[in-house]
């Protein structure tokens, strides 16, 4: 309407309803912002979970193959008879093991190659002994794994990750796993912990852990009796 000079002007009713419009557009660019806001961090969560699970699981892998193996990393020897760890390995540069097409335990990296073969997790200190290696998938390190000897003393084993010297306070022998005869074995008691590793080799923080117990004869390990 226009008043008596023929200036245009708004009734109340009418002003108020452009304010009503503006502020819808207000909300609705708002709410555009957010939806937006909201799908990004929908796909940077999809992604860091994504990563997280791809970590466990490549630590998850390394330990089962600690397990399922853990007869040939306890004597340092594949199915082939070759040692599997050699004297002088540097704890940042750790074997490469992967399992091979014919179920023998192979290097990738031969560490022996014609050097002396490391004394066999079975007869190292407990104090001091340890076994740790890269498991290698698809060629490429995936898990550091660590193995060492469970004892009735917390000790941190030197060279290995604070991850893998947080183990339990128990005696290392026990009594024989089922099936064998109490009268002529012993358990002996390790920790198997493994440590997801990234694109770059470097450990995160996915670490999954499990005690494993190998049957041995007892006339050959009395002398840790009460460690």
């Not at 990004?40 to 990563?51: D, H, L, P, V």
């Not at 009735?152 to 024989?176: E, I, K, R, Y």
Request: charged residues 15%.
């Amino acid at each position: 309407m226009q008043d008596s000079k023929g200036h245009k002007v708004f009734k109340q009713d009418e002003g108020y309803m452009l304010l009503v419009v503006v502020m819808i557009l207000v909300v609705l660019t708002s709410l555009g912002l957010y939806q937006l806001t909201a799908t990004s961090i929908g796909i940077m969560s999809s992604a860091t979970e994504k990563r997280d699970n791809t970590f466990l699981a490549n630590a998850e892998q390394g330990l089962k193959f600690a397990i399922v193996n853990f007869a040939a990393l306890y004597n340092n020897t594949d199915n082939s008879g070759g040692g599997l760890f050699c004297d002088g390995a540097d704890i940042s540069d750790p074997v490469h093991l992967s399992m091979g097409t014919s179920g023998v335990i192979v290097s990738e990296n031969n560490p022996c190659g014609g050097s002396t073969a490391a004394t066999p997790l079975r007869d190292q200190s407990l104090a001091a002994g340890c076994v740790f290696f890269d498991y290698v998938a698809d060629g490429e390190p995936v898990a550091l794994v660590e193995i060492r000897a469970i004892m009735n003393s917390q000790v941190s084993v030197p060279g290995l990750t604070t991850a893998a010297n947080d183990v339990p306070v128990q005696l290392h022998l026990s009594f024989a796993p089922q099936g064998y005869s109490v009268d002529r074995y012993k358990s002996r008691n390790y920790c198997i912990t493994s440590t997801a590793l990234d694109p770059d080799g470097n450990p995160v923080s996915h670490i999954v852990q499990a005690g494993v117990v190998m049957p041995v004869e007892k006339n050959t390990v009395n002398f840790l009796i009460g460690q």
